[in-house]
């Protein structure tokens, strides 16, 4: 599966961005999907994952209420909706496909080269 992720920026706080990870192949149902971010000096850290049917989806508590992820298996592309967005939300935006939907950034077998987004106050 190769993952091209899109849809990043600079927006003020309180704005919102949608991004964007558009996958290869015909077996993108056929795996979950996650969202990770990496801001400089810092490791990357889970933000949300969703199944591989689109049902059930998780969130880390700094983005719960905030982000929402979801995905159009005809379109063999996942989404991470983020509102309310705040300066600590800068960073590199990584999508990354798993045989099991799970927050560990070592569960997850492929992944997309990332998308910058800025958040400024």
């Known amino acids: 599966v190769q993952l091209q992720a899109s849809g990043g920026g600079l927006v003020q706080a309180g704005g919102s961005l949608r991004l964007s990870c558009a996958a290869s192949?015909?077996?993108?149902?056929?795996?979950?999907m996650g969202w990770f971010r990496q801001a400089p000096g810092k490791e990357r850290e889970f933000v949300a994952a969703i199944v591989l049917s689109g049902r059930n989806t998780y969130y880390a508590d700094s983005v719960k209420g905030r982000f929402t992820i979801s995905r159009d298996n005809a379109k063999n592309t996942v989404y991470l909706q983020m509102n309310s967005l705040k300066p600590e939300d800068t960073a590199v935006y990584y999508c990354?496909?798993?045989?099991?939907?799970?927050?560990?950034?070592?569960?997850?077998?492929?992944w997309g080269q990332g998308t910058q987004v800025t958040v400024s106050s």
């Open positions: 192949g015909r077996t993108f149902s056929t795996y979950a």
């Open positions: 990354a496909a798993s045989r099991t939907v799970s927050a560990g950034v070592n569960e997850y077998d492929y």
